[in-house]
């Protein structure tokens, strides 16, 4: 039941995780252009919150996203409006997509258009095995945005990607994490533990250690084997004259006295 008191994105911190809510179950959370706006200001909220460490995007209702609202395709036929609005579509992602902190779709009912390149965005996608995933934008003479363009060859392969892109084919979660598009698929009614386990899981990789090496996996997709290699030979030893380094190897030291 959608939380009438809350706007269509809502945002909380409970026990250091960033939690982003999509919030108008009764379109399935379809993204409006006033939406676009919270979502920039809730993620670079959410990077500067002290106490946050990782952030997890959701939808309310049973649903993730269905994609832009029908509104904002209306909106997008004037190019000032467009202009604006893709520039703020721009800011956000982009600042989702390098989030120094661990990022995490949970994915339930639809993830479509929009609203699954939002997700894919993320570091880890977790979906229930009958998620309906699609990219429905050729069906409608429109090009895959939200970034899908740069995201779906690097997820899964040209092939796959086209697949998606220029057929539209509509995937469940299990065929999602089959070909790769997402982290994991399980059952409902787990979904929550399963996101709960991965958060946990994150929490125990040292922060530096995931935020350096999360920009390297980013921007080792345009880097050549030689650029990859001078990139590792100025982070590493960074690395291990970091704080968080030295103290996991004094604890095990200490451990196998």
Known sequence: MEQAQKPPVWTECVDGVWTITLNRPQVLNAMTIEM???LRDAIEQGAREEQADVVLLRGAGGN???GADLSVLGAMSEK?????????INEFL???HHMPKPVIAMVEGAAVGAGLN????ADFVIATHHAVIQEPFV??????DFGGTYLLPRLVGIA????LALLGEKLSGTEAERIGLIYKAVDAEVLTEEVEKLIASVRRVPKQAFAVTKDGLTHAQGMDLEQSLAWEKVQQPALISHPDFLALIQAKRKKNQ
């Open 160 to 163: 796959q990607a086209k697949r």
């Open 36 to 38: 676009f706006y919270l």
């Open 64 to 66: 993730f996203c269905s």
């Open 118 to 121: 939002l997700a894919l965005h």
């Open 94 to 96: 982009t600042r989702l």
């Open 80 to 88: 000032a409006q467009a202009d604006e609005a893709l520039t703020v």
């Open 139 to 144: 069906h409608i003479g429109l090009t895959t």
